[in-house]
Nanobody, 121 residues
Framework: QVQLVESGGGLVQAGGSLRLSCTASGRLSMGWFRQAPGKGREFVAGISWVGDRTYYADSVSGRFTISRDNAGNTVFLQMSSLKPEDTAVYSC??????????????????WGQGTQVTVSS
């Protein structure tokens, strides 16, 4: 059973930065999704298990960066130039299969508990 442990959420002012971390029990294809109140879960970023392919939602491209550590078990989401509309619960997702595009919820079997990111204006 794959376990995912997230950390790094919090409250930040618009224009600020936060870094989310997600540690998995193995090297897996991984992604970040978010869900704002009253909205569905949406894709944010994805990374292949090797780390050679990354994908971003248009809404975060150029502001967010997904990466993984050398061991490959921890994935980071560096979020910069944050906007109030980035406020959501961010969830880490993982899967044993190669990362497929488009990166969607159904492409992942394992999910973290979610961490709240709040951006104040």
């Amino acid at each position: 059973q794959v376990q995912l442990v997230e950390s790094g959420g919090g409250l930040v002012q618009a224009g600020g930065s936060l870094r989310l971390s997600c540690t998995a029990s193995g090297r897996l294809s991984m992604g970040w999704f978010r869900q704002a109140p009253g909205k569905g879960r949406e894709f944010v970023a994805g990374i292949s298990w090797v780390g050679d392919r990354t994908y971003y939602a248009d809404s975060v491209s150029g502001r967010f960066t997904i990466s993984r550590d050398n061991a490959g078990n921890t994935v980071f989401l560096q979020m910069s130039s944050l906007k109030p509309e980035d406020t959501a619960v961010y969830s880490c997702a993982a899967d044993n299969r190669p990362l497929r595009t488009p990166v969607v919820v159904s492409g992942f079997d394992y999910w973290g508990q979610g961490t709240q990111v709040t951006v104040s204006s």
